[in-house]
């Protein structure tokens, strides 16, 4: 028995531990404005690093958009547009954020250049909007437009 009050010690404190930062130190999830935000410069920073899975990660099982294409098909888009080596920065700018429960959508003037260009200004510029839905407590794209355009400079 006297051996078995040391483990059961060892035990309580970790459990303690795993409380302790689950109830204090684990961060905020935010409003719901705040996760859209960080979704939209999780994927800026994904296009930019091309990390194919980094986009994807948000992109819904549901997705289907005004002009047809469907998960599967964004992901080979995204998976041949990450293959090129030219240099891409992007500059967001969020302009419309509307939430309604589990349902939201926002607007985005985006502008864009590939390669050596020496600005944005000097890029290319779209307008994108997208609808979200929250799944599992966390936002996914499930319709998107707009950005379709930008696919042939990638392909």
Same mark, same amino acid.
């Given at each position: 028995?006297?051996? *078995? ?5 060892? &035990?309580?404190? @970790?459990?303690?531990?795993?409380? !302790?930062? !689950? ?16 979704? &939209? ?5 994904? @296009?930019?690093?091309?990390? *194919?899975?980094?986009?994807?990660? !948000? @992109?819904?099982?549901? !997705? ?36 309604? %429960? ?8 985006? *502008? ?16 994108? #909007?997208?609808?979200? &839905?929250?799944?599992? %407590? #966390?936002?996914?794209?499930?319709? *998107?437009? %707009?950005?379709?355009?930008? %696919?042939?400079?990638?392909?």
């Amino acid at each position: 028995m006297r051996r *078995a009050i040391p483990w059961f010690i060892g &035990i309580l404190i @970790i459990l303690g531990g795993v409380a !302790y930062w !689950y109830l204090a130190m684990r961060p905020e999830p935010g409003t719901d404005r705040q996760q859209i935000l960080r979704l &939209i410069a999780d994927v800026e920073r994904a @296009i930019e690093q091309s990390d *194919a899975a980094g986009i994807m990660r !948000y @992109i819904s099982e549901d !997705y289907k958009d005004p002009n047809g294409l469907n998960r599967r098909a964004v992901r080979r888009m995204v998976l041949a547009g990450t293959r090129q080596r030219r240099p891409l920065t992007l500059s967001v700018d969020v302009t419309d954020i509307s939430v309604q %429960g589990d349902f939201a959508t926002f607007t985005a003037e985006v *502008a864009y250049t590939l390669g050596a260009q020496a600005s944005p200004s000097e890029g290319r510029h779209l307008t994108v #909007s997208a609808e979200l &839905i929250r799944e599992d %407590g #966390s936002w996914e794209v499930v319709s *998107a437009d %707009g950005w379709q355009q930008a %696919g042939s400079d990638f392909m």
